[in-house]
């Protein structure tokens, strides 16, 4: 795995006045737009934090359909990419952001405090079913 190596830095700065502010968020910005041009130079990920185009998508779909699952405070659902372009939209109504948090928090916790491998395994194992149940079975 390619390791990146990444020359711009920027840290906590005390500042003293408004000007100082705005001159460290600019810096900061500045700092934040060459690290993600950079990583972008490298293979694979020209589109990192972007919408990948659809026409990638359409081509990736040729070796199975493509899931996006997008949750929603207002509506959360997974779309469905066929090689031949046709979108099926599926509604996730269990899929609320408070769900999804709560079972991210939850891998989290199981993988950072690595509790006895048959609690691990019997949490890990929920987890996957309740994820199942709310974003892939209704596909």
Request: some cysteine; hydrophobic content about 40%; charged content about 20%.
């Amino acid at each position: 795995m390619e390791k990146f190596n990444f020359s711009h830095k920027a840290g906590p700065k005390r500042v003293a006045n408004g000007e100082d502010v705005i001159a460290s968020y600019q810096g900061l910005s500045d700092s934040w737009d060459r690290t993600i041009e950079e990583i972008r130079t490298r293979e694979g990920f020209s589109f990192f934090l972007q919408a990948t185009p659809f026409a990638n998508l359409q081509m990736a779909a040729t070796m199975g359909p493509i899931i996006i699952v997008n949750i929603n405070q207002y509506r959360s659902d997974a779309i469905i990419v066929q090689a031949t372009g046709e979108l099926m939209p599926v509604p996730l109504p269990a899929a609320t952001p408070s769900t999804v948090a709560t079972l991210a928090q939850t891998l989290i916790d199981t993988t950072t405090n690595r509790p006895e491998e048959a609690e691990s395994d019997r949490i890990l194992g929920g987890l996957l079913e309740e994820v199942w149940g709310i974003i892939f079975e209704p596909c």
